[in-house]
């Protein structure tokens, strides 16, 4: 039977799951975490994230569409939020196009429940990939339960395991004429969860993204089904009038969000006693070519990791499964082949996503604040 090995059951590795197992491929996923349908999520890494018609499409190949559909809340456009608490909406497309929020615990659970119930998948949890043999297609992986390493051989190997993959560091890295290269910006995020009213409800329109935008910075909430918002305030980490370095206290907090925020304060009054149990995250863009070497290949952020700042890093990773699976196809599973013209067609985008995941910070945190902002883009577009 042929088999295929995947490092990492995130966003693109339970989506590649299904797609190898539909293709007839008995396949075998590490992940290094515990299975995350026992455990609970904890803030910090984005606990919900816009789903566009990128990320559809890949769904919808496999029939993962109807499995998610319930989980996502459409956002028709984007709210911003003024100093003086002004409210203004800009659409984002035709009447009744959305984005979606979705919660990324969730999406990835449906998506692992999919590839198991295949029957072809299995999902080895705390299995951490240590490193990589090209020559003989295998990884190494050790098992975080029993302290005990263990190889595993297969026909092809696909790393899905992030934006800091052991396999492009172990491996990839390694080989002569590998490019990469890792950049932190200068600011980071942290996660605020704004609680449903008493009964339920929600405190915002959950059918928009919304966005306080602040010029060198900026708070976006996203609604979850519960009622509540996951919002997520992006700053410079230091060296600026507003930055995080000088919220060191629980006033600080306080005061800030008071000031600068005043509508979301008003809904939240007590909302820097979350500050320090949620973690202050850094952001990075990582570029690497080639993404395929030998039997193994990147997808996902493994390949071109981004800043969240354009809502598309897993959209572009779940299209990379989706193109990946049309090129199985037309080259008739012979890899040499697909990941070829894999890595040519991929490249372009996952750097055209980089750029425009950059740009797009000063458009929401600075450009979306000026009332000309749409008129002006109305012009650059014709
Ligand atoms: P991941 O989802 O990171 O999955 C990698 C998996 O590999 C994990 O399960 C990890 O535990 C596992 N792993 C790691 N190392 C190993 C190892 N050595 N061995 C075995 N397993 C390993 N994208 C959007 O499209 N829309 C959004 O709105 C959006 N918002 C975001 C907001 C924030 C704050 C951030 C940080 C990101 C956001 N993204 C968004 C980007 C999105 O999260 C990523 O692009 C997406 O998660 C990439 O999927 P992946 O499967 O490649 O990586």
Redesign the pocket.
């Known amino acids: 039977m042929k088999t295929g090995t995947i490092?990492?059951?995130?966003?693109?590795?339970s989506l590649w799951a299904v797609y190898l197992a539909k293709a007839g491929y008995k396949v075998t996923v590490?992940?290094?975490?515990p299975d995350i349908r026992k455990a609970e999520i904890s803030a910090g890494?984005?606990i919900n994230?816009?789903?566009?018609e990128r990320?559809w499409t890949a769904l919808r190949e496999v029939g993962l569409d109807r499995m998610v559909e319930d989980l996502a809340i459409p956002m028709y456009g984007r709210i911003m939020h003024d100093e003086k608490a002004k409210l203004t909406f800009q659409p984002y497309g035709e009447e009744g196009q959305a984005i979606f929020s979705v919660s990324?615990g969730g999406i990835n659970a449906r998506m692992m429940d999919a590839a198991e119930q295949s029957g072809d998948v299995t999902i080895h949890y705390n299995?951490?990939?240590?490193d990589v043999d090209f020559e003989n297609t295998k990884v190494t992986l050790l098992n975080k339960e029993t302290n005990e390493t263990i190889e595993h051989q297969s026909d092809v190997v696909f790393a899905?395991?992030?934006?800091?993959?052991?396999v492009r560091y172990n491996g990839f890295q390694k080989v002569d004429r590998f490019n990469f290269s890792q950049n932190y910006i200068a600011d980071g995020?942290r996660e605020i969860l704004l609680p449903a009213n008493e009964d339920g409800s929600y405190k915002l329109d959950k059918n928009a993204l919304h966005i306080w935008p602040r010029g060198e910075f900026m708070l976006i909430a996203l609604a979850n089904e519960d009622g509540s918002f996951t919002c997520?305030l992006f700053m410079p980490f230091e060296n600026h009038e507003y930055s995080f370095d000088k919220l060191n206290s629980r006033d600080d907090v306080d005061q800030f969000f008071r000031e600068v925020f005043p509508d979301f304060h008003a809904m939240m009054p007590d909302v820097a006693d979350q500050w320090e149990t949620h973690p202050l995250s850094s952001?990075a863009l990582m570029r690497c070519y080639p993404w395929t070497h030998e039997n193994f290949a990147l997808?996902?952020?493994?390949a071109h990791?981004t800043v969240?700042f354009y809502?598309?890093?897993?959209?572009?990773?779940m299209e990379d499964c989706y193109v990946m699976g049309q090129l199985m196809k037309k080259h008739n599973e012979n890899w040499t082949e697909v990941f070829k013209e894999y890595q040519e067609v991929r490249k372009p985008n996952g750097d055209a996503l980089q750029d425009l995941s950059v740009h797009n910070y000063k458009v929401m945190r600075d450009l979306v604040a000026d009332p000309h902002f749409l008129l002006k883009k109305k012009f650059e577009h014709r």
Request: aromatic fraction near 6%.
């Open positions: 490092v990492g059951a995130g966003l693109a590795g590490f992940e290094r975490r890494k984005s994230l816009a789903l566009s990320g990324r299995h951490q990939c240590v899905c395991d992030g934006a800091f993959s052991a995020y997520t952001l997808l996902g952020d493994a990791a969240p809502g598309q890093g897993m959209n572009a990773s």
